[in-house]
């Protein structure tokens, strides 16, 4: 089973930032790992894979905190032995030493830094709350705390009116020699200040052109470092992909906790309340903590099959229904390798309508 623990609070929110956080000074610790376990009791036991701490800001909780919560989550599952990949996203400010000593201990072994870029004014522009020497001193802290599996997140086609220089981002990140990085395109969410800047005109939305030309060029220069891109925006050295995210991209159960958190049981998603207080209100009533749930009919469960399989490089299996359609494979966009479909980073760049020409082609028998 792989396990993923939605920890929603945040200093401050980011300009483009539109997930489910609950910004607070002062974080209500004791109150959140309280109600984290009391949903955690009503789950099934089974043996824990990967855990996940995902924000929100999870570096935001006391270590101690994480330590108690992995101990508990472990006790209450009954599982036979530890999770072998245990990740924490982490804000570089909040990264020194003693905290990435104390998180080794409690059993994080891969650390999720969301660095974004390494040019201070772009930082300040995206409000987030570190400067760029942060990046490279979170880094250090946490190889000097024995955790080598080290990711970045960047932000890539942000608006021109930055200057921001994405080949000297990419060159300081992979100085830093981490195992994974992460890149997403910068979209512009609704009701975010990103939005409202650009309805007043304050800058412009990203354009398409810089996504697709900063997107190539951050895979020729990855893979020039010796990366692969397992994932359309997730790339890594050998033996480094991230096996959380991977369960999810090939379809595998997975449980969520906290505010917002999705699971899947094969056939059926469900996703808690979104907000902090009222998730927090339902469980410390005794209620469930579910928002929804969609049961996935046979139809959407095959194309969701195969649009996951399709953004990773594993590929999809080449049937009678899934060929590979001349005009994809003359522009370029598909590959077929080992008896697979496989998307290339330029067809990767348009995966959605891709996805849909090989769904909707009629199926034809050899
Ligand atoms: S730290 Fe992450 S979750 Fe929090 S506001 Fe910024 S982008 Fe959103």
Not at 148 to 168: G, H, K, Q, V
Not at 317 to 328: G, S
Request: aromatic letters at 10%; charged letters at 25%; a negative charge.
């Amino acid at each position: 089973m792989h396990l993923y623990v939605h920890v929603p609070f945040c200093q401050r929110r980011c300009s483009y930032c539109d997930f489910s956080i609950a910004v607070r000074k002062r974080i209500p610790v004791q109150e959140y790992v309280d109600v984290l376990l009391r949903e955690a009791a009503s789950l099934p036991e089974g043996d824990l894979q990967t855990v996940y701490f995902g924000g929100g800001t999870p570096s935001l909780l006391p270590p101690e905190a994480i330590a108690a919560l992995l101990h508990e989550l472990t006790l209450l599952r009954r599982t036979s032995h530890a999770a072998r990949e245990v990740t924490l996203e982490a804000n570089p400010e909040d990264v020194t030493p003693d905290a990435a000593r104390a998180w080794a201990s409690a059993g994080i072994n891969r650390v999720s830094l969301g660095a974004q870029s390494f040019d201070d004014n772009v930082l300040k522009w995206m409000h987030r709350s570190h400067d760029a020497a942060r990046i490279g001193a979170a880094v250090h802290a946490l190889r000097g705390a024995g955790i080598e599996n080290i990711s970045l997140d960047l932000i890539f086609a942000l608006p021109d009116d930055l200057r921001r220089d994405w080949e000297r981002d990419l060159d300081l990140a992979l100085a830093l020699r981490p195992n994974h990085l992460s890149l997403y395109g910068l979209t512009v969410e609704p009701r975010t200040p990103l939005d409202r800047w650009i309805s007043r005109g304050a800058t412009h939305a990203p354009d398409d052109e810089r996504y697709a030309e900063e997107y190539l060029f951050a895979h020729s220069r990855l893979m020039a470092d010796g990366f692969f891109f397992y994932e359309v925006s997730n790339a890594a050295r050998d033996g480094f992909r991230s096996q959380h995210n991977s369960a999810y991209w090939s379809g595998k159960p997975y449980l969520g906790l906290g505010p917002a958190a999705h699971s899947f049981d094969g056939t059926t998603r469900r996703w808690n309340l979104r907000a902090w207080e009222a998730y927090r209100r339902a469980v410390a009533e005794g209620r469930s903590a579910i928002e929804s749930e969609e049961r996935l009919t046979e139809e959407q469960r095959e194309l969701e099959r195969v649009y996951l399989a399709l953004r990773t490089n594993e590929g999809l299996p080449i049937t009678a229904r899934y060929r590979p359609l001349p005009p994809l494979t003359a522009q370029g966009w598909v590959v077929v390798r080992d008896g697979r479909l496989k998307c290339t980073p330029e067809g990767w760049l348009r995966l959605d309508s891709l996805v849909s020409e090989l769904t909707m082609q009629p199926e034809t028998h050899p």
